[in-house]
C-alpha cells in the first residue's frame, strides 16, 4: 500500500498475565490494534457478538481498535491457570490512519514459525526508562507491525471523515462538537454526519463516546490509576457517570473491571 508521509509508533503496551478462574469471561474493547497469545490454556473469543472462535497455544487472537472482545479464559485439562502474553500497538500512518482503519487482519492466525511469540516475548524484556531499550522495543514493535501486515488484506479509506477519526483519538479527552469534527474535516456538519454513519455505521458522538470507554478500558488494564483519574483522562469529568457508562458496556464496574485484569 502506497502512503503519503509516514508510520509512527505512538504507544506499545505489552505484558504477561495470570488468571486463576476458568472460563473467566472479559468483555471489553481497547483503542489500540491488540494481539494476544496464550501460553498455557485456550482462548474462546467472539468479537462484536459474531461466532466464537477457540485460540490454541500456538496461535493468537487479532482485535482491531474499538471491536468489542468477549474473551473467555478457558484452563487444559489438568491444569489450575491459564498463562498469556499480549501486546497493545497503537500505530498511525500519515498521523490520519490506524492501522486497523487501512487492513482486515484476520481473527486469529497460526504462529507456525514461532516469530510472533519470539517478538512478543523479546518487546516484553525492553525496558521502558533507558533510551536504548526504548529503541529497540519500537524497532521490534515495527517488525510485529510487518509481519502482521503480511496476514492482512488492504482495505478502503474512508477519505473524507478520516480527519474527524483521527481528530477524536488525539483530543477525546476534551470536550468535542460536530462543528469541530466538520472543520477538519472540510464539511458541512450535516454532511459529515451523513458520510460518517455511512462509512461507520454510527454517528461522531456515539463514536467519541466508544473510544472513550475503550481508552478507559485500556488505562484499567496497563495503569496503576485510581477510577477518578481514568475518568478524568478519557474526558469523564463525572465519576459516577463514567462509572454507569462503563458498566453498561462491559458489564463490569470499573473497579471489577481493574480487579479482574491484575
Known sequence: MVIDGKISMEHIFSGKDCFTQNKLKIIKSLPYLSLAMPEKGFYTVSFDGGPYI??????????????????????????????????????????????????????????????????IDQINTCQDNLIETICRKNILAFQLVSLLISYAAPKPKYDDISPAIAYICSHYH??????????????????????????????????????????????????????????????????????????????????????KMR
Open 54 to 119: 477457540d485460540v490454541p497455544v500456538g496461535s493468537a487472537f487479532i482485535a482491531p481498535a474499538g471491536i468489542s472482545q468477549t474473551i473467555i479464559h478457558n484452563f487444559s485439562e489438568g491444569d489450575h491457570d491459564m498463562q498469556i502474553k499480549w501486546v497493545f500497538l497503537d500505530t498511525w500512518v500519515d498521523n490520519v490512519y490506524r492501522l486497523d482503519d487501512l487492513y482486515h487482519f484476520p481473527a486469529s492466525i497460526i504462529d507456525t514459525s514461532g516469530q510472533l511469540s519470539d517478538l
Open 174 to 259: 476534551e470536550k468535542i462538537t460536530i462543528e469541530q469534527l466538520a472543520d477538519v474535516c472540510g464539511l458541512s456538519p450535516s454532511c459529515l454526519l451523513r458520510r460518517f454513519k455511512e462509512n461507520m455505521k454510527t454517528t461522531p458522538i456515539a463514536y467519541l463516546m466508544e473510544y472513550r470507554l475503550s481508552v478507559a478500558s485500556a488505562l484499567l488494564h496497563t495503569e496503576k490509576l485510581t477510577i477518578g483519574e481514568v475518568a478524568e483522562q478519557t474526558g469523564f469529568y463525572d465519576q459516577f457517570y463514567f462509572s454507569r457508562c462503563f458498566k453498561k458496556k462491559y458489564q463490569l464496574s470499573p473497579v471489577q473491571y481493574q480487579q
